[in-house]
């Protein structure tokens, strides 16, 4: 078989991944998939800039064209990132019939059912394991590993940025501007770190993740989030008194035929395996009906970890181009989006509350809880610096969504809370 040539969209950290593993696993790669894999063309945006890998300058171009209009380029890489711009790009490889292979999440999360449909109709693979928790053959794992069970329920730490800062925070003590400045230094947080820290980033795989598993068409919208930008060093010292680690959790739940799929600063038992994944690391706990409970851990971003899964992507690519199946591999949904909405969500809750320190006070928050049926599962409370005021700290036993929002708004309303200092889902219970 003559060698595959590969158009590459992007040399920056992950590009330059992959221009080495293709060089350096060359003799894995002829015996993975029997032939040469050769980097025809690459697009970058500086011809001359100084990179951290040697490549032939007649191999860079500014212009997709001379990638997607070339007919000897077989397989396109995109690493380039962005979303309406790439978009074009990939949607025009794909009907000029090349294979895609990309690492984009962003667009994914939000094109990914409009791409995946263009290449199927050209016969075309378009393959994005690389998309979600870098290293980490979740995708994969999901679409072909778990493929004859019925996953119930995915659970992970998909940010690396927001694990490495509860982390520091938890071991520490430190507050989460003294952390996250850190993380800007040494390079786990990027200069503008909203988009994880404010949970996007971990929305988009979510998506990408639950479409994948439930069969399911899920849009970034069905996601709801919530960052961690309004943790506390109080909140987390408070869930280790009561035998918890907070994390940054994707959650994809399904009973029945409704799903649910949201990110969230959540607390775990410090006993379960992802309390356990600390700074950059990326960990995702996958229950099916069959298999039981399995996790993947790992690298979640960097260089050569991502890019060993945009290779593997791309050995599928050729395997299949061997067996002449392309286009085949791609399967739309199954089943119909259906979501739970908040009566049907139903978890426990940690409450931190600023209440006056008066006689009858916890009474009548007690009174209020049990209105609404929800008990308490464990309570700590203690007098503040601040006279006249206490601090009540709570975990309740499960309860719907709607109902513990209702339970909210009524503390605010209530006269002996002061302020109701914050709230996390809670997964799991602590064993006694």
Known sequence: MQAISIG??????????????????????????????????????????????????????????????????????????????????????????KHVVTANKDLMAVHGSELMTVAHENGCDLFYEASVAGGIPILRSLADGLASDRITKMMGIVNGTTNYILTKMSQEGLAYEAVLKDAQ???????????????????????????????????????KVKGITEVTEEDLQYGKQLGYTMKLLGIADREGDKVEVSVQPALLPSSHPLASVHNEYNAVYVYGEAVGETMFYGPGAGSLPTATAVVSDLVGVVKNMRLGVNGSTSITPQYEKQLKDDGEVNSKYFLRLHVHDEVGVFAEITSLFSNHDVSFEKILQMPLKEKGLAEIVVITHQASLSNYENILMELRDLPVVKEVKSSYRVEGSVSV
């Open 185 to 223: 230094r040494l390079g786990y947080a990027e200069a503008n770190p909203a988009s994880d820290v404010g949970g996007l980033d971990a929305a988009r795989k979510m998506a990408i993740m639950a479409s994948l598993g439930f069969s399911m068409k899920i849009d970034l919208d069905d996601v």
């Open 8 to 97: 590459l969209l992007g040399l920056g950290t992950v590009g330059t991944g992959v221009v080495k593993i293709i060089e350096n696993h060359q003799d894995k790669l002829m015996h993975q998939v029997g032939c040469p894999v050769n980097v025809k063309k690459i697009l970058v945006q500086d011809l001359v800039k100084e990179r951290t890998v040697k490549v032939d300058s007649s191999l860079l171009t500014v212009n997709p064209a001379d990638i997607i209009d070339d007919p000897e380029i077989d397989v396109v890489i995109e690493v380039m990132g962005g979303i309406e711009n790439t978009r074009e790009h990939l949607l025009n490889a794909l009907k000029m019939k």
